[in-house]
């Protein structure tokens, strides 16, 4: 084979690593599904609350109770002359069984003349929508070209989307080709934050219903969006890392997103997870793994397959296109029939069954745990010059040695053991080995690390002179501890072994602590303070004061000049209690600069601005629905109008 084409496979090689790397890192576990249900689950007080509650519970696949209830309280709330009143309502009826909303021959005039390119887009979405909803009839093409001409005016990331949702109510013999192209331009739009997530600045309500929108449209066309497969991964990861919802058309968004992504023609994302923790051992041989959606919900026709499992240490693979077996909804696999030794290994592990599939390679490690047992502890004092011989006493784990071993600063103690799996005899080097000596008399403790050799035997050797600083020189009985832990073990060992009695010749009695003169008094500190600079004379303060006001006397002059145009003013209390409220932050900033603390002033502006920010809400508000009113009866009336010159 030619460099080339080693080249060429490398290169294949890293690209595919890099395609399964990126897996969904968050999803809608059933915690998360049923407090999304909480949510949405609320008591309405209009259509719009009742539009999200109630389609947001059917997309999450839950039941809406009192169907006839929630009837009835369309009817009731209903304006038929208000294009978002209809629009809610018919969308709402059409989640619930038998309910037939009213539509007069004048409610179908405003719909149909909501569908305008003079519309906002907002209205345009709603009115087709209604119509479909209401099985009224439609001119697909002509609502192609309001789109397409609303599209130019209204270019933002909500504006297109709901373009896109619009879209997918129309008939499939319009030219939908035009709208079909803007999930491209959405997609471009989207930021990368890291290659984990993908997002609009718009936020996540924004983020959610584009890829509503974009699969709705697209499998109503039948035609695969533009999409990436690490594209929607980096979707699904931004729409789902948020758990708790700031709005009611937040979760609405979520659920609405999360049905998208779990049933359409073209991409549906793979959560494998372990069912528990991804741990195996002799009592617990088979590993269980659940393969769901993005709502937690089971994918029963997929397949699941083991490509490789490697130990992570060695690298060594031990099993390969090993297929799991589905057992009541789960898969499961007896990972031990392999006989693996204790670690950890990584598992490549393949989801196969749809093409539909996304995100079906993935990544897991696997822990294998096993039980240690202590075999051939050995404890001896061993004589530095050799005069005496080495006796050694061999203690069975877990039992405690009957004698205690003697050691003064001629001798050292030492101890041999070996670790082995209880369940298969192999030697074990677990991560932590540890000999500790507890003075049983002042409570010391002293611990040191033992290593093992070349042959899987563990030694140590006290010598008690070297290491009488260790010890303070303190003399006395010491239990000996053996401590084994490692994170593959199901039985980490605290072993009090025996008594141990240390000898150090050179053991100084302990200093007597000198008490501190804590609470005598301390030398006085001189300081001198920095001497305040001179004022500036009354002349230069107000000159610049009159500096400062000149700016407002100007703008009264240019006022009065000019004129002020009062005319839209409107004497409401809610007009008024915001000016008020405006010049009482003003005359709060001036009594701030001469008798108040910022505390003190942010105490009175929450007040003043949180009356004023309701106010003003409550002015805007009213002024936006007579501007609305205005327009609607504007295109109603030149609606009638074209009508009239028709007929």
């Known amino acids: 084979m030619d460099r080339s084409r080693l080249f060429g496979l490398f290169l294949f090689s890293l690209a595919l690593a890099g395609a399964r790397a990126l897996t969904p890192a968050h999803y809608l576990s059933l915690s998360d599904v049923a407090r999304l249900q909480n949510v949405l689950n609320q008591h309405f007080t209009d259509l719009e609350s009742a539009y999200y509650s109630v389609v947001g519970l059917t997309k999450l696949g839950a039941t809406v109770h009192d169907h006839e209830g929630v009837c009835q309280f369309l009817k009731s709330q209903l304006d038929p002359t208000d294009v978002d009143s209809v629009f809610f309502a018919a969308e709402t009826s059409q989640a619930i069984s038998g309910c037939e909303i009213p539509v007069s021959n004048e409610t179908r005039d405003i719909l149909l003349a909501a569908v305008s390119e003079d519309s906002t887009m907002t209205q345009i979405h709603r009115a087709v929508s209604a119509l479909r909803s209401l099985g009224l009839p439609l001119a697909s093409q002509e609502v192609v070209g309001a789109l397409t001409g609303r599209i130019s005016k209204e270019d933002n990331v909500m504006a297109i989307t709901l373009a896109l949702q619009t879209a997918a109510r129309l008939s499939k013999q319009a030219e939908l080709g035009g709208i079909l192209e803007e999930i491209e331009d959405l997609t471009a739009r989207l930021d990368d934050l890291g290659g984990i997530y993908l997002q609009f600045e718009e936020g996540l309500e924004a983020t959610a219903l584009f890829v509503t929108a974009a699969y709705s449209l697209s499998d109503h066309v039948d035609m695969e969006p533009p999409l990436k497969e690490d594209q929607v991964i980096q979707l699904v990861n931004s729409i789902f890392s948020k758990k708790s919802w700031d709005s009611l058309a937040e979760a609405f968004s979520v659920a609405s997103a999360a049905a998208a992504l779990s049933n359409n023609r073209f991409h549906v994302p793979v959560i494998v997870s372990a069912a528990g923790p991804a741990t195996v051992s002799h ?254 004379s009354t002349v230069v303060s107000n000159t610049f004061t009159a500096l400062i006001l000149s700016p407002l006397l100007l703008l009264l002059i240019l006022w009065l000049k000019l004129g002020a145009n009062m005319s839209n003013f409107s004497f409401t209390p809610s007009t008024v209690l915001f000016h008020v409220g405006h010049a009482a932050m003003l005359g709060l900033m001036y009594v701030y600069w001469t008798h108040l603390n910022m505390f003190q002033t942010l105490k009175y502006l929450a007040i003043i601005g949180g009356l004023t920010f309701l106010a003003g809400n409550r002015m805007l508000a009213q002024k936006a629905v007579k501007r609305i009113a205005a327009e609607q009866s504007s295109r109603l009336a030149k609606y009638r109008s074209l009508r009239i010159e028709k007929k």
């Open 283 to 536: 009592s617990q041989p088979t590993l269980q793994l659940l393969v769901t959606d993005v709502m937690s919900q089971p994918l029963a026709l997929a397949n699941v397959l083991v490509e490789s499992a490697s130990a992570v240490a060695s690298k060594s693979i031990i099993l390969s296109q090993a297929p799991f077996t589905l057992n009541d909804g789960v898969f499961e696999l007896n990972f031990m029939s392999s006989k693996p030794t204790s670690g950890y290994y990584q598992f490549s592990v393949a989801v196969t069954g749809d093409t539909r599939l996304v995100a079906n390679h993935v990544e897991l490690k696997v822990k294998v745990s096993t039980e240690v047992s202590v075999t051939s502890m050995d404890l001896s004092v061993v004589d530095k010059d050799q005069s005496i011989g080495t006796k050694t006493n061999r203690v069975d784990y877990p039992s405690k040695g009957k004698s205690s071993f003697i050691a003064d600063s001629h001798q050292n103690f030492a101890m041999s053991f070996q670790l082995v799996d209880s369940n298969t005899g192999v030697e074990l080097t677990p991560h932590q080995t540890f000999v500790k000596l507890h003075n049983q008399k002042t409570g010391q403790e002293v611990v040191f690390v033992a290593e093992p050799d070349s042959k899987s035997v563990y030694k140590f050797e006290l010598d008690t002179a070297e290491r009488k600083s260790e010890f303070n020189s303190i003399s006395g009985t010491y239990s000996l501890h053996l401590i084994v832990g490692d994170a593959t073990l199901e039985n980490p060992i605290l072993w009090n072994v025996a008594d141990v009695v240390l000898k150090f010749v050179d053991e100084e009695a302990p200093v007597a602590i000198q008490p501190k003169t804590l609470y005598m008094p301390k030398p006085e500190i001189q300081h001198l303070f920095r001497e305040p600079e001179k004022k500036p």
